[in-house]
């Protein structure tokens, strides 16, 4: 079994910065991605951030492009989401996710942390 644990999230406003941590603990022989997603009120779950070991590349949202950036532990299976010139709509429930292989001949596994608010506001 796989955890992950979140922090960082809290309030802040419009302009400032956030930097949210996820650490990935268990049985983990390997990830294959490590990603952040968030949900707002009303709304379903987005992709915001995602670190694809396969590829070595990392792809954003377009609406967070040039002031959010992910970067990655790998020797601490963990993930970072920096947040920068944060605005009202980044207000949202920021969930933390990894495709986990236990060992070397498993299946290819996706966990999700119990996320993590993050509110914008004056």
């Known amino acids: 079994q796989v955890q992950l644990v979140e922090s960082g999230g809290g309030l802040v406003q419009p302009g400032g910065s956030l930097r949210l941590s996820c650490a990935a603990s268990?049985?983990?022989?390997?990830?294959?991605?490590m990603a952040w997603y968030r949900q707002a009120p009303g709304k379903g779950r987005e992709l915001v951030a995602v670190?694809?070991?396969?590829?070595?590349?990392?792809n954003y949202a377009a609406s967070v492009r040039g002031r959010f950036t992910l970067s990655r532990d790998s020797a601490k299976n963990a993930v970072y989401l920096q947040m920068s010139e944060l605005k009202h709509e980044d207000t949202a429930v920021y969930y933390c996710?990894?495709?986990?292989?236990?060992?070397?001949?498993?299946?290819?596994?996706?966990?999700w942390g119990q996320g993590t608010q993050v509110t914008v506001s004056l």
């Open positions: 996710y990894a495709s986990v292989k236990a060992e070397l001949n498993s299946p290819t596994l996706g966990y």
């Open positions: 268990g049985r983990i022989f390997s990830t294959d991605r």
């Open positions: 670190f694809t070991t396969s590829s070595g590349g990392t």
